[in-house]
């Protein structure tokens, strides 16, 4: 059934949500194995189009794929119990060689702290460069700007080509920035797109560390998109909309997340209270 709620076991730690709070993104490579790789190709020559709901009503593909455990147990740890399973599926499925797409973000990108959604992208089949792969900028998430602009952008610096094999799985940030890469060798590319959605109040219920120290984390995403030091907040902000805290006011200068760089056992200013870990 479309749409369904699930839940299952959580996989990320906290490094590893802060970590998707920073890039946008998280690759899982080869988590699906060949054999329904293979199955999913087959479905997707006797479905050429691309919009393919019919493939989710497959159990097979609804167990390797949809409910892959590496992949839903990640999409558990960010949007929390009873899940809602994704209601359509688009295959990008494009006959190589093709031109570079424009850059862009999809349709309803909104740019916010919350994350009540995720963008997945599965790659049926090997996707080496010459495939044309997805480039997507990591950490674009939070950096705004005109879609009218964003298309003229040509070769973006930190824009990462996602060449990865059979069975891999990206879980992104809706708003990130991407598109179809220039592909230059003759063949038949597919890629499966499909969204998870929140149905549960966040709460840091993934795989939690009470040894986690949320004063030396490193909330930067090391990417020259943003002056300043300004996405350090926007990291932030989004990971304690995550755990439940709400909105997370910056305190501005040196306040937390700014410095990293701090002793152990030392709680920065302008830190929630909620992430203190207390005596120890
Ligand atoms: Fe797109």
């Excluded at 090997?126 to 700007?145: I, M, Q, W």
């Amino acid at each position: 059934m479309l749409g369904q709620l699930y839940d299952c076991e959580p996989t990320l730690s906290d490094e590893q949500v802060v970590d998707f709070c920073r890039q946008g993104m998280l690759v899982l490579e080869r988590v699906v194995p060949d054999e329904f790789n293979r199955r999913a190709m087959a479905f997707l020559d006797d479905y050429p189009d691309n919009r393919v709901d019919e493939i989710l009503a497959e159990e097979w593909f609804m167990d390797a794929v949809i409910k892959n455990p590496q992949a839903a147990g990640a999409v558990r740890s960010l949007l929390g119990k009873d899940f809602r399973l994704p209601l359509g599926m688009s295959n990008h499925r494009v006959k190589t060689p093709e031109a570079a797409q424009g850059w862009h973000t999809d349709g309803g990108s909104i740019y916010t702290p919350r994350l009540d959604y995720l963008q997945v992208f599965y790659y049926p089949q090997d996707t080496p460069k010459e495939l044309g792969p997805l480039e997507v900028v990591p950490a674009s998430h939070f950096a705004r700007t005109k879609a009218n602009y964003m298309a003229h952008y040509d070769r973006i610096k930190p824009g990462m080509v996602t060449a990865l094999p059979a069975g891999s799985i990206i879980v992104t940030v809706y708003s990130i920035w991407h598109r179809r890469s220039r592909s230059t060798a003759a063949g038949l590319r597919n890629m499966l797109k499909y969204n998870y959605w929140r149905t549960s109040p966040p709460q840091r219920d993934w795989k939690t560390d009470p040894q986690f120290d949320f004063s030396r984390a490193n909330f930067a995403t090391g990417t020259p998109l943003f002056e300043g030091f300004r996405d350090r907040p926007y990291v932030a902000e989004m990971f304690c909309w995550l755990c439940g805290l709400g909105e997370f006011d910056f305190v501005g200068g040196q306040g937390w997340p700014i410095v990293p760089e701090t002793q152990p056992g030392v709680q920065q200013a302008g830190m929630p209270s909620a992430l203190s870990r207390g005596p120890a």
